[in-house]
């Protein structure tokens, strides 16, 4: 077992430097550099451009500057923001419990109605139920989430007033973040009304982030039901005497998991990206627009730090999940 | 609505509890983006001035509110030497600074504070220059730093500012943002404490609104200051709710989330115009758009091809297709919300006929082909230049003129033709401090040639004289007089094309009163009120 996650963890280092590689590279062939793109069509003088590219240390070979910058992140330093001129790392983590609040929100409810969802397609195969549930998952699926999010903003927010348009919470409540997470922190203050305003908030921010990954979740819970609904032990459960109910909800599904469990961990990736979007509908204060905006600034150490603390959570994410059924499924284990 | 109230009502015992006041009223404005700090002189955004130099700041001079006007801001008043290079300033007394957490003033506004403010952009030997990096881009692009020589304190209240040579739109520089007042006493005592980051992080300002709190990407939070030297703003509260989509500002404008929300899609305003609940108020903005023929390259020397293809362009067809109408046709290099617009001048017509006729005079009865450079991102003097460089493709094309479309990534594409690599381009420019000399000698000037933003790269004597004099004098009838004149030569010449300079609109919901759209594009709310 241990070899099993040792091998694991190391397969995780050379992921991590094409990542800090990719990061490093693409955002510096991108044309324009910061200094540039600030001066707009003010324009500013060649010498104290350069100057100032000095001073970011922008001139220097690209080889020395990315070593150098490995070197900086490995002891824990990952720059200042150019535009703000705030450490990146206090940028990043006063703003990363909003995205993965969010996250974890959009991932309950896609599991809530995705589960139940694909055993319901399951079980009643071929009926209108079945089509249903394939038919609404494939809209979700191929929905475009700005699009789809700003349909829920018009009909649910502004024309049948039932939930708020955006934001964490309403602007008459102020909220000391101690540990960023909203639901939490209305707890611990004792503003009325404030913990419910927070959870109103998430709602429509979480169906338009967790559309994409319900429907994900429910096709592949129905495909993977259907597989071992055909098994023999099913068969032999049955015959037992077994009602369908514990048939199919203790045995069927608790074994149909096991592929459900990957594609959930594969979807935090697409939750983390799929933010990006939905927070800038719901001007929901994460990581996601922190970064676009740094895209458009060619801020360079907000980009690439940004870029690289989420890639570490989605990697962390998928080798918790890659240990976790290498002790759930010992074929798995042994198999590598 | 019942929700709103409800809300509000919340939202009221909320002010009594924390307030102790009969009524707090608090103005929510649905703001574009995070300000990158709130230190004006470290920025450039307009965002950045929204959240900072236009609440917690005041200046030596201030521009009065709505208009281009300079009026008496900390200095009560000032005098101007004969030869245009010195300045004192009165300053107002007993005028208090902000107070927080780990501040408390001591004092009131002094000459040292006002020379504080200056000499750490301007020295970088000032222990303050490097607290947060060192860049201080819009002192350095007003070439302040040039401009003037020394700042002297001459008493408590009295302060003098000797230059280098006589520059008339100095004392608009005072004005903007950047030239913003803050308090000695708390760089010093912020260093004293060894924190000498929180100088730029919780700024003390004499301004009406004091910064309360702050939180990236979703809220900042002000109190009116109740000792404001001008008087108390009209509302208790004011909060920026960070809402960077234009369609979601709407929404929630439309819900009663915000009260003003700053830049709607032009493809909205008919809606909003048509919700009861909502003024759209509207102003031409202080910008211009427009096309420049480079002069120093070849037809483009003659200035009767560069007017041939003016005449080929149908400017109204670009105001109705590119802007969808929220833009006026421009005339001159200034917009007409400028002192000195030449009101007597009247624009070309859109005449094919003619200008076939004029480029066959020139000598192109056949045409030629040239380039024309668009602009790959939105601006507010150009929405879609890509579009925009269309039709005037197809309209130089019916006189023989075969213009190809280039484009290259913005920080390029600024590049490039501050080098002067094209043939025509389209440019625009939004004004620093409402000076006429900010567009003329920043855009047409001779200096600006070699510095690039002279994108005609058009040097003509008659004109850059009358530019030079009235940087000169400081005599405001003269001063109008030269760059109405100086007008008149540009539209002789037309370097240029001027196309456009958009409307402005700003929908307010109607509890909103006395807002006023800033021509400078900023967002203002003091001497704003809600009604009931």
Same mark, same amino acid.
């Given at each position: 077992?241990?070899?099993f996650?040792? =091998?694991r963890v190391?397969?995780v280092?050379?992921?991590f430097i094409?990542i800090?590689l990719l990061?490093? *590279?693409?955002?510096?062939l991108?044309?324009?550099?910061?200094?540039?793109?600030?001066a707009?069509e003010?324009?500013?003088d060649?010498?104290?451009?350069?100057q100032m590219?000095?001073?970011y240390g922008?001139?220097?070979?690209?080889?020395?500057?990315?070593a150098?910058?490995i070197?900086?992140?490995?002891n824990g330093d990952f720059? *200042?923001?150019?535009t703000?001129h705030?450490?990146?790392?206090r940028?990043?983590?006063?703003?990363?419990?909003?995205?993965l609040?969010?996250?974890i929100?959009?991932?309950?409810?896609?599991?809530?109605?995705?589960?139940?969802?694909?055993v319901?397609?399951?079980t009643?195969r071929?009926? %209108?139920?079945?089509y249903?549930?394939?038919?609404?998952?494939?809209?979700?699926?191929s929905m475009p989430i700005?699009?789809? @999010?700003?349909?829920l903003? /018009? /009909?649910?927010?502004?024309?049948?007033? /039932?939930t708020?348009v955006?934001?964490?919470i309403?602007?008459l409540?102020w909220?000391?973040?101690v540990?960023?997470?909203?639901?939490i922190d =209305?707890?611990l203050g004792d503003q009325? @009304?404030?913990f419910?305003? %927070?959870?109103?908030?998430?709602?429509l921010p979480?169906?338009v982030?967790?559309t994409?990954?319900?429907?994900?979740?429910?096709?592949m819970t129905?495909s993977?039901?259907?597989?071992?609904m055909?098994e023999?032990?099913?068969?032999? %459960?049955r015959?037992?005497?077994l009602?369908? @109910?514990?048939t199919?909800?203790?045995?069927?599904l608790r074994n149909?998991?096991?592929p459900?469990? =990957?594609?959930v961990?594969?979807?935090?990736?697409?939750?983390?990206?799929g *933010?990006?979007l939905t927070?800038?509908?719901?001007?929901?204060p994460?990581?996601?627009?922190?970064?676009?905006?740094?895209?458009?600034?060619r801020?360079y150490?907000?980009?690439?730090?940004?870029?690289? /603390?989420i890639?570490t959570a989605v990697?962390l994410?998928?080798?918790?999940v890659?240990i976790?059924?290498?002790?759930?499924?010992?074929?798995?284990?042994?198999?590598? | 609505?019942?929700?709103?109230?409800?809300?509000? !009502?919340?939202?009221?015992?909320?002010?009594?509890l924390?307030?102790?006041?009969?009524q707090?009223t608090t103005?929510v404005?649905c703001?574009?983006g995070?300000p990158?700090?709130?230190?004006?002189?470290?920025y450039t955004?307009?965002?950045?001035?929204?959240?900072?130099?236009?609440?917690?700041f005041n200046r030596l001079?201030?521009?009065?509110?709505?208009?281009t006007?300079?009026?008496p801001?900390?200095?009560?008043?000032?005098?101007?030497?004969?030869?245009?290079l010195?300045?004192?300033f009165?300053l107002?007394a007993?005028v208090?600074?902000?107070?927080?957490?780990?501040?408390?003033?001591?004092?009131t506004?002094?000459?040292d504070d006002?020379?504080y403010?200056?000499?750490?952009?301007?020295?970088?030997?000032?222990?303050?220059?490097?607290i947060?990096?060192?860049?201080?881009?819009?002192? &350095?692009?007003?070439?302040m730093?040039?401009?003037?020589?020394?700042?002297e304190?001459v008493?408590?209240l009295t302060?003098?500012?000797v230059?280098?040579?006589?520059?008339?739109p100095f004392?608009?520089?005072l004005?903007?943002?950047?030239?913003s007042?803050?308090?000695?006493?708390h760089?010093?005592?912020m260093?004293?404490?060894?924190t000498?980051?929180?100088?730029?992080?919780?700024?003390?300002?004499?301004?009406?609104?004091v910064?309360?709190?702050?939180r990236q990407?979703?809220?900042?939070?002000?109190?009116?200051?109740?000792d404001?030297?001008?008087?108390? !703003?009209?509302i208790?509260?004011?909060?920026?709710s960070?809402t960077p &989509?234009?369609s979601?500002?709407?929404?929630?404008?439309?819900?009663?989330?915000?009260?003003?929300m700053p830049?709607?899609?032009?493809?909205?305003?008919p809606?909003?115009?048509a919700?009861?609940?909502?003024?759209v108020?509207?102003?031409?903005g202080l910008?211009?758009?427009?096309?420049?023929?480079n002069?120093?390259?070849?037809?483009?020397?003659?200035?009767r091809v560069?007017?041939?293809?003016?005449?080929a362009?149908n400017?109204?067809?670009?105001?109705?297709?590119?802007f969808?109408g929220?833009?006026v046709p421009?005339?001159n290099?200034?917009?007409p919300?400028?002192?000195s617009?030449? +009101?007597?001048i009247e624009?070309?017509p859109?005449d094919p006929?003619?200008?076939r006729?004029?480029?066959a005079?020139?000598?192109?009865?056949d045409?030629?082909t040239?380039?024309? +450079? !668009?602009m790959p991102?939105?601006?507010?003097?150009?929405?879609?230049?890509?579009?925009?460089?269309?039709?005037?493709q197809a309209?130089w094309a019916e006189?023989g003129v075969? !213009?190809?479309?280039v484009?290259?990534?913005w920080g390029?594409?600024l590049?490039?033709?501050?080098?002067?690599?094209?043939d025509?381009v389209?440019l625009g420019w939004?004004?620093?401090?409402? &000076?006429?000399?900010n567009f003329m000698y920043?855009l047409?000037?001779?200096?600006a040639v070699?510095?690039g933003?002279n994108?005609?790269? +058009?040097?003509y004597?008659?004109?850059d004289?009358?530019?030079r004099d009235a940087k000169?004098t400081?005599d405001?009838?003269?001063?109008t007089?030269?760059?109405?004149?100086?007008q008149v030569?540009?539209h002789?010449?037309?370097?240029?094309?001027p196309i456009?300079h958009?409307?402005?609109?700003?929908?307010?919901?109607?509890?909103?009163q006395?807002y006023l759209?800033?021509?400078?594009?900023?967002?203002?709310?003091y001497?704003?009120?809600?009604?009931?």
């Amino acid at each position: 077992m241990l070899r099993f996650i040792l =091998t694991r963890v190391t397969l995780v280092i050379p992921t991590f430097i094409g990542i800090t590689l990719l990061a490093f *590279a693409l955002i510096r062939l991108v044309p324009g550099d910061p200094i540039e793109i600030r001066a707009g069509e003010r324009g500013i003088d060649p010498v104290r451009h350069a100057q100032m590219m000095q001073e970011y240390g922008l001139d220097r070979p690209l080889l020395e500057q990315y070593a150098d910058y490995i070197w900086d992140v490995l002891n824990g330093d990952f720059g *200042a923001s150019i535009t703000t001129h705030q450490p990146v790392l206090r940028e990043f983590f006063a703003l990363f419990p909003a995205t993965l609040e969010l996250s974890i929100c959009a991932m309950i409810f896609a599991l809530a109605i995705g589960l139940p969802a694909g055993v319901l397609a399951a079980t009643r195969r071929g009926t %209108a139920v079945d089509y249903g549930v394939m038919g609404v998952s494939l809209t979700g699926y191929s929905m475009p989430i700005f699009w789809w @999010g700003i349909l829920l903003i /018009l /009909l649910f927010s502004v024309h049948l007033g /039932l939930t708020p348009v955006s934001q964490r919470i309403s602007d008459l409540y102020w909220v000391d973040p101690v540990t960023g997470f909203m639901l939490i922190d =209305t707890l611990l203050g004792d503003q009325e @009304g404030a913990f419910l305003s %927070a959870l109103h908030h998430l709602v429509l921010p979480s169906i338009v982030l967790g559309t994409i990954p319900l429907a994900v979740i429910a096709r592949m819970t129905r495909s993977s039901m259907l597989e071992v609904m055909g098994e023999d032990y099913i068969r032999t %459960a049955r015959a037992k005497g077994l009602g369908p @109910g514990r048939t199919i909800w203790l045995h069927a599904l608790r074994n149909a998991l096991i592929p459900v469990i =990957t594609v959930v961990g594969l979807q935090v990736g697409v939750l983390l990206t799929g *933010a990006i979007l939905t927070e800038t509908i719901f001007s929901w204060p994460g990581v996601g627009k922190w970064l676009v905006d740094a895209i458009g600034r060619r801020d360079y150490p907000r980009l690439q730090g940004g870029i690289m /603390l989420i890639a570490t959570a989605v990697i962390l994410v998928n080798l918790t999940v890659d240990i976790l059924y290498g002790i759930i499924n010992p074929r798995i284990r042994h198999a590598r | 609505m019942a929700r709103m109230t409800s809300a509000l !009502a919340l939202g009221a015992t909320l002010g009594l509890l924390l307030a102790g006041t009969a009524q707090a009223t608090t103005l929510v404005y649905c703001s574009e983006g995070s300000p990158e700090g709130f230190n004006p002189q470290l920025y450039t955004a307009g965002t950045t001035f929204d959240a900072s130099s236009k609440t917690i700041f005041n200046r030596l001079v201030e521009f009065e509110r709505g208009t281009t006007t300079i009026i008496p801001g900390l200095a009560e008043t000032w005098d101007i030497s004969e030869d245009g290079l010195t300045y004192t300033f009165h300053l107002r007394a007993g005028v208090p600074f902000h107070s927080h957490d780990n501040f408390t003033p001591t004092r009131t506004l002094t000459a040292d504070d006002v020379i504080y403010s200056f000499e750490r952009q301007l020295d970088p030997e000032n222990p303050y220059h490097n607290i947060t990096g060192d860049t201080y881009e819009y002192f &350095d692009g007003m070439s302040m730093g040039s401009l003037i020589d020394h700042i002297e304190r001459v008493d408590d209240l009295t302060v003098r500012f000797v230059l280098t040579h006589p520059e008339a739109p100095f004392l608009a520089n005072l004005a903007m943002d950047f030239a913003s007042i803050m308090s000695l006493e708390h760089a010093e005592a912020m260093t004293a404490a060894g924190t000498p980051e929180e100088i730029d992080l919780n700024p003390v300002g004499t301004g009406p609104f004091v910064l309360v709190d702050y939180r990236q990407d979703a809220q900042i939070r002000y109190q009116a200051f109740q000792d404001y030297w001008n008087g108390p !703003a009209a509302i208790d509260e004011l909060v920026f709710s960070i809402t960077p &989509d234009a369609s979601v500002r709407y929404a929630r404008l439309q819900a009663g989330e915000c009260h003003v929300m700053p830049y709607p899609n032009p493809a909205d305003v008919p809606a909003m115009q048509a919700d009861p609940n909502i003024t759209v108020l509207e102003q031409e903005g202080l910008n211009v758009g427009y096309l420049a023929f480079n002069t120093e390259r070849e037809p483009f020397t003659d200035p009767r091809v560069r007017r041939a293809l003016y005449l080929a362009i149908n400017k109204e067809a670009i105001i109705e297709a590119i802007f969808q109408g929220a833009a006026v046709p421009a005339v001159n290099p200034i917009p007409p919300t400028i002192w000195s617009y030449n +009101w007597d001048i009247e624009d070309y017509p859109f005449d094919p006929e003619a200008a076939r006729a004029l480029l066959a005079e020139a000598g192109y009865p056949d045409g030629f082909t040239t380039n024309l +450079w !668009a602009m790959p991102v939105q601006r507010p003097y150009n929405p879609a230049a890509r579009r925009m460089a269309e039709i005037i493709q197809a309209n130089w094309a019916e006189i023989g003129v075969e !213009a190809e479309i280039v484009t290259y990534e913005w920080g390029e594409y600024l590049a490039r033709s501050a080098e002067g690599e094209h043939d025509t381009v389209l440019l625009g420019w939004t004004g620093d401090n409402g &000076d006429p000399d900010n567009f003329m000698y920043v855009l047409l000037g001779c200096d600006a040639v070699a510095g690039g933003s002279n994108r005609s790269r +058009w040097c003509y004597e008659p004109f850059d004289s009358l530019l030079r004099d009235a940087k000169l004098t400081t005599d405001l009838d003269e001063r109008t007089r030269l760059y109405e004149e100086a007008q008149v030569i540009f539209h002789e010449e037309t370097p240029w094309v001027p196309i456009a300079h958009s409307v402005v609109y700003m929908p307010v919901r109607n509890e909103v009163q006395d807002y006023l759209i800033d021509p400078f594009g900023g967002h203002i709310f003091y001497g704003v009120s809600l009604a009931e």
